[in-house]
């Protein structure tokens, strides 16, 4: 059997189409999982099959996952939400101490539900791939979270601190926040 070569999956890194159907892109590359010509494809997955980010970088059995997310919309929504639940809960109950903590969990809960899945989806490619190319070590898994350019500087913040927070319970090699622009002094491969 012929081993894997995942040089042949590196693309460059790239949001989706915005809203004025241009793509942000960055200067470097990094392994394509998802998509028809993403690595977990190739592997058997079929599109769509499981929940997976978009990119990965290995470097000594280090995996970073990557996901190219503008989150600064979401994210800027979803404070919105929170606060005017907050004020809305003070006004119709006593309040408790872990009131707005309670609050802000629940409504972060689908955000991290949903890099939850993607991260687990990808590394079960990640594993496929190992099995595949017969690599019997450990890796040890760590995302990257990209947001484009113009995310606010409070949300990449927020994100820094309060996602972060959510989900290193489950990922606990790290998890890290930056823009296209930097992204690439950010991959393990550069490091």
């Not at 159907?21 to 499981?50: H, P, R, S, V, Y």
């Not at 006593?94 to 309670?102: G, H, I, S, V």
């Not at 955000?111 to 990808?122: T, V």
Request: proline letters at 2%; charged letters at 30%; glycine letters at 6%.
């Amino acid at each position: 059997m012929t081993e894997i070569n995942t040089d042949d999956f590196l693309k460059t890194i790239q949001h989706a189409k915005d809203s004025n159907n241009q793509i942000e892109k960055a200067t470097c590359q990094a392994i394509a999982i998802d998509g028809i010509n993403g690595l977990a494809c190739f592997l058997g997955f079929q599109d769509g099959e499981i929940s997976k980010v978009d990119y990965c970088d290995i470097k000594n059995h280090k995996i970073q996952f990557i996901e190219a997310s503008d989150l600064g919309k979401t994210i800027g929504d979803l404070l919105s939400d929170i606060s005017r639940e907050i004020v809305k809960a003070k006004q119709q109950e006593n309040p408790t101490k872990d009131l707005e903590k309670r609050i802000r969990k629940a409504r972060w809960k689908p955000i991290k539900m949903e890099f939850q899945l993607k991260f687990q989806g990808s590394i079960n490619v990640i594993e496929r791939l190992y099995r595949k190319n017969r690599i019997n070590k450990d890796p040890t898994y760590q995302l990257l979270i990209v947001c484009t350019n113009n995310t606010d500087i409070r949300i990449l913040d927020i994100l820094r601190n309060d996602l972060k927070i959510f989900l290193e319970g489950m990922i606990r090699k790290g998890v890290g926040v930056c823009t296209t622009r930097t992204v690439c002094q950010e991959l393990i491969s550069a490091k």
